[in-house]
């Protein structure tokens, strides 16, 4: 993560912002993803991506106003390369949208918040 989002998190916590984000990896991907109880919202991302950054922080605040009905989570693609082969990603940042760790469907690229939050309504409206 570079530096200035690490700053930008920070100072978000200091003001009391919530934030809704499970970081995943292998260890716990059945735990968070595959038994939450409801569907999970997976951001496969990596520090170099500047779409990836430009994501971070959209996926931050959705978060936030999802809360309780979809679980948003992060996969390091640098640090996990094998739960990107698991739902076979191909660029980032992809979203891929679960229920019961299976895929119901994915968004592949960035997307401004408004957009994003339509997409995800959608694919709620589906599960």
């Known amino acids: 993560m570079c530096k200035h989002n690490v700053q930008r998190i920070m100072q978000r916590m200091h003001r009391g912002a919530k934030m809704s984000i ?8 059945e735990k968070e993803v595959k038994n939450a109880g409801i569907p999970v919202l997976i951001d496969f991302w990596a520090p170099w991506c500047g779409p990836c950054q430009m994501m971070g922080p959209v996926f931050e605040e959705l978060s936030n106003e999802y809360e309780g009905k979809l679980k948003f989570v992060k996969v390091n693609t640098e640090e996990e390369r094998q739960l990107p082969g698991k739902y076979s990603v191909m660029g980032i940042p992809s979203l ?23 997409k995800i309504d959608e694919l709620l409206a589906k599960t």
């Open 96 to 118: 891929v949208l679960t229920k019961d760790g299976e895929e119901v469907d994915r968004i592949v690229g960035f997307l401004p918040k408004n957009a994003l939050k339509m």
């Open 22 to 29: 499970t970081h995943v990896k292998n260890e716990n991907f």
